[in-house]
């Protein structure tokens, strides 16, 4: 039977993770604190803050399931072809890096000290790259090289360590591949449905024992709080990087990092 206290942890952090998933911010870090600031500890492995991503996964559908009917649908299509092997290129070195190292990640990485780092240094990079003069040239999804695809998918391999992000990782991939703001961001949300998605189901195969009644119903209630934070953030997000640069991410990251390493670390 599900405790009042574990009803509402849950929500809270389905709320985080709507928040954050999509901005460059880390959700897992922002998560995997949380969890440990309010003591929710009823999943073990982090298979909780791992699998309510899907939520977010699922505002993402929502939000561009025109986008998406249209590449289903029209398949033949040159465009909507080379759109889905991007997707496939970008997702695969993920998918096949993840699979090797999944147990190692989760064993040595998934600790306070290494996100503290990684916020920092993070939100470093971030300030760099956005002072950094460079020109952007691709204006559309549709316009992405396959190459660059592929980088942007190595950039994602980054974000496997907690802290990182793995939308600010591609985004600031594509951003140093050529890609404006607004197209980057856009390719970081369609490579999370795959990314996500995949990481997601190998968790719960990995932990199904974890898996009882009370469980799934906690994973169900993040899930669906997270979906409808991040139906909010989503559209907002596009709205701010179309006028505005990533600085104040970079430094947000900074200054969490540090507060992590002061108090919690």
């Known amino acids: 039977m599900l405790h009042f ?8 952090l389905g ?3 709507g928040l954050t ?9 922002h998560l995997l604190i949380f969890s440990y600031l309010i ?6 492995n982090s298979l909780f803050e791992i699998v309510i991503q899907l939520g977010a996964i699922l505002a993402i559908c929502v939000i561009y399931r025109q986008k998406i009917f249209t590449v289903v649908c029209n398949l033949k299509q040159k465009e909507q072809q080379k759109f889905t092997l991007n997707l496939i290129l970008s997702f695969m070195p993920a998918a096949i890096i993840g699979a090797l190292l999944h147990k190692l990640i989760k064993e040595y990485l998934f600790s306070n000290l290494v996100i503290a780092i990684s916020l920092i240094l993070g939100g470093i990079i971030m300030i760099l790259v956005e002072k950094k003069p460079r020109k952007s040239e691709v204006d559309d999804v549709n316009n992405i090289k396959p190459i660059s695809a592929f980088y942007i998918g190595l950039f994602q391999c980054l974000a496997m360590i907690p802290g990182i992000s793995r939308s600010g990782a591609t985004i600031i991939g594509g951003l140093l591949l050529g890609l404006n703001r607004k197209t980057a961001t856009e390719f970081s949300f369609f490579l999370a449905i795959p990314t ?13 024992s974890e898996l009882t009644g009370a469980n799934v119903e906690l994973i169900l209630i993040g899930l669906l709080s997270a979906f409808l934070s991040a139906i909010l953030v989503i559209k907002w997000f596009i709205a701010f990087v179309s006028r505005h640069n990533f600085i104040p991410f970079g430094v947000y990251r900074i200054v969490l990092g540090i507060l992590v390493l002061l108090f919690i670390a």
């Open 15 to 17: 709320i985080v993770e």
């Open 196 to 208: 996500i998605a995949a990481a997601s189901f190998y968790d719960l195969l990995k932990n199904s």
């Open 21 to 29: 998933e999509f901005i460059p911010v880390s959700s897992t870090a």
């Open 5 to 12: 206290a574990d009803l509402f942890k849950a929500v809270f």
């Open 39 to 44: 003591d929710f500890q009823t999943i073990k």
